[in-house]
């Protein structure tokens, strides 16, 4: 249990075209989901939180605006990189919040490998 | 502020036993997790420890002490598909993750 799924594993795009990925719970609810960028050799970045039904939470030097971020359902959430820019060229991970005793366990989507050329 | 500290790089022979160590400094705690990552692949849960102690599942074992802000991840019988990176992760009271930047494990034939 507690799969989620990340669409697309890779995409490449031309600089000034927007990028949508979707993060999907697949066997269970999912009332706030975590959208993370990775670049190389580097930890996890926390970008928002997305809560289901309202805006997402944006971490500091974040651009809203450039990072648009959907919660629309309690399994879905995407996230659009707006005219984007070969420095945001990143691998860009969700993952959906599963509680458990104590706090709440992420699981992870599998990654989105974005390039912009 | 909060911080999460743990080594860059450690190196292991095959069929050995490493310990990687995480020390932590959250508001409030809600429990420490440590995830797997191999190179251009997304993590993947390994441990969750909220209570003072060891935790062991097969080769791995993850130990924390609260009052030290202290967590280790041992792993035993080492084998060349544990390269990978280790990350640490402190849950704080509002239930975000605080991130290490992670310890890339090297396993030696």
């Known amino acids: 249990g507690a799969v989620v799924s990340q669409h697309p594993s890779r995409v490449i795009c031309k600089s000034g075209t927007s990028v949508k990925i979707e993060c999907r719970s697949l066997?269970?609810?999912?009332?706030?989901m975590f959208w993370y960028r990775q670049f190389p050799k580097q930890s996890l970045m926390l970008m928002a939180t997305s809560n289901e039904g309202s805006k997402a939470t944006y971490e500091q030097g974040v651009e809203k605006d450039k990072f648009l971020i959907n919660h629309a359902s309690l399994t879905l959430s995407t996230l659009t990189v707006t005219s984007a820019h070969p420095e945001d060229s990143s691998f860009y991970i969700c993952?959906?919040?599963?509680?458990?005793?104590?706090?709440?366990?992420?699981?992870f989507g599998p990654g989105t490998r974005l390039t912009v050329l | 502020g909060q911080n999460i500290d743990q080594p860059t790089e450690m190196t292991a022979t095959e069929g050995a036993i490493v310990q990687i160590n995480c020390t932590y400094q959250t508001s409030g705690f809600n429990g420490l997790f440590w995830y797997q990552q191999h190179a251009g692949e997304a993590p993947t849960f390994l441990s969750y420890?909220?209570l003072d102690g060891l935790e062991e599942k097969g080769r791995f074992s993850s130990f924390l002490s609260r009052s030290k802000g202290y967590s280790y991840l041992l792993l035993k019988e080492l084998q060349m598909k544990d390269s990978a990176s280790y990350l640490c992760a402190a849950m704080d009271s509002n239930y975000q993750l605080i991130w290490g930047a992670g310890t890339k494990l090297i396993i030696k034939p």
């Open positions: 066997d269970f609810q999912a009332t706030t």
């Open positions: 993952s959906a919040s599963y509680p458990r005793t104590g706090g709440n366990e992420q699981f």
């Open positions: 420890n909220v």
